[in-house]
């Protein structure tokens, strides 16, 4: 087995795969790359959806001629552990076997009772194996399907309904917390203005992912400053995917929708027979998301103000981050991102970079919060008072364009500070 930097290596590539996979699907994303005796990638591949091939056979079919000679040296790196059953596609762990992989290195266990049991079919076959390699990282990006399956086995193991789960444990959609800042942290300028920040690479490529999304989610602050459309379009104005598969909006907040705002007229309502956006109330995020997941949304992007953000990121509840940073510089109190409850220096919140990409002059860094071991700081539970509070900190109240003066306002008040 390949040294245990080299696989560390090798799983953070295999996450970033396995990302670009339907979050919505009934299949797990799942990411697969191969390596050569010095931990040098040969191949890769990734699942793209319920019928099509698995990570693992999408790698294997990738790898170069001169290396089918010689799979004993080869160690395939997945995110999953090899699926051990036949669906509509045969078992992965065969697969690797009957290629003649020499070693599997892989981070989550298969929860499935059918599918479950990879790993030793692998070892029974000759391949050395290890588990556990990025485990937290791989369960961040499975979260909200693993809540699915521990859902599904409970229903159907017991005869009478389950209890009904807390908001807080309840199965949620993948969230996907994405916003464009500055070098110094600005998503806009001391009046309010932010178009635009990036680059059009960069706007671009928000909306090919908002395309993947089943859901978009903004604050009642945003919809009343930006009247966005929340549409996945080109630059041109087309749609970039069908009505159908448009994302739905969803509006978290207590005012109402202006009745000309454009999101009323937004394509998948219609096409999913919606009369309105989603509404949600903010006031307890975590059962807001359960709400979604009730409705059959399985992933969200979430591109609220600063207030939003932070709450979700106080919370624990973004799965992943998307980072539109800009070589550019404002200054002043257009904080990207809102108060996430760390007082001191040691609560500091260190992300997992999965993923970076050039856009243009702009760049894209994608990432995952680590799972602690302890709860996530309670937003709620920040004690600073707002006159102790820096000016930069001090939250705007959107109505009146003064500091607030409360510490907490509300997160769907906040505007969002660049609408792409």
């Not at 319920?50 to 080869?74: C, I, N, Q, T």
């Not at 591109?303 to 800009?326: H, K, Q, T, W």
Request: aromatic residues 2%; negative net charge.
């Amino acid at each position: 087995m390949l040294q245990r930097d080299l696989l560390d290596d090798a799983m953070r590539r295999a996450l970033a795969l396995a990302g670009r996979g339907p979050a919505d699907d009934p299949n797990p994303q799942v990411g697969c790359v191969i390596l050569d005796p010095e931990g040098r990638i040969v191949a890769e591949g990734w699942h793209r959806g319920a019928g099509s091939r698995h990570a693992e056979v999408d790698a294997l079919g990738r790898v170069p001629e001169a290396w089918r000679s010689r799979p004993g040296e080869l160690t395939a790196v997945v995110t999953l552990e090899p699926c051990n059953h036949v669906g509509r596609t045969g078992p992965c762990a065969l697969a690797l076997a009957e290629f003649g992989i020499g070693s599997v290195a892989f981070a989550l266990d298969d929860p499935g009772d059918a599918s479950a049991g990879g790993a030793e079919s692998l070892r029974a076959a000759g391949a050395d194996v290890l588990g556990g390699v990025l485990e937290s990282e791989a369960r961040a990006l499975l979260g909200p399907w693993l809540a699915r399956q521990r859902a599904g086995a409970a229903a159907a193991s017991s005869a009478t309904a389950p209890p009904a789960a807390s908001p807080a444990a309840a199965p949620r959609p993948r969230v996907i917390a994405k916003w464009a800042q500055t070098l110094d942290g600005r998503a806009a300028a001391a009046n309010g203005t932010s178009r635009w920040i990036t680059g059009a690479e960069a706007r671009a490529d928000v909306h090919r992912r908002r395309a993947e999304a089943d859901a978009i989610l903004v604050g009642t602050g945003t919809l009343l400053a930006d009247d966005p459309a929340l549409t996945a379009r080109a630059h041109d104005g087309e749609l970039l995917v069908d009505p159908e598969r448009q994302p739905v909006p969803v509006v978290v907040g207590r005012r109402p929708i202006p009745s000309g705002a454009r999101v009323l007229r937004h394509p998948a309502l219609a096409a999913r027979g919606l009369e309105a956006p989603i509404r949600l109330r903010g006031d307890d995020l975590a059962a807001d998301l359960a709400e979604l997941a009730r409705h059959g949304i399985r992933s969200v992007f979430v591109e609220g103000g600063p207030g939003i953000i932070g709450s979700l990121l106080a919370r624990g509840l973004a799965d992943e981050v998307l980072v539109y940073l800009a070589p550019a510089l404002l200054g002043g109190p257009g904080l990207a991102i809102g108060d996430i409850g760390i007082d001191d220096i040691s609560g500091i919140r260190r992300l997992d970079i999965t993923e970076t990409l050039p856009l243009g002059r702009d760049l894209l860094l994608r990432g995952r919060l680590p799972a602690s071991s302890s709860d996530p700081p309670r937003y709620a539970e920040r004690k600073r008072p707002a006159d102790r509070m820096r000016p930069a900190e001090r939250p705007r109240d959107p109505d009146h364009g003064h500091p607030a003066d409360r510490p907490h306002p509300d997160p769907a008040l906040i505007p969002a500070t660049e609408e792409h």
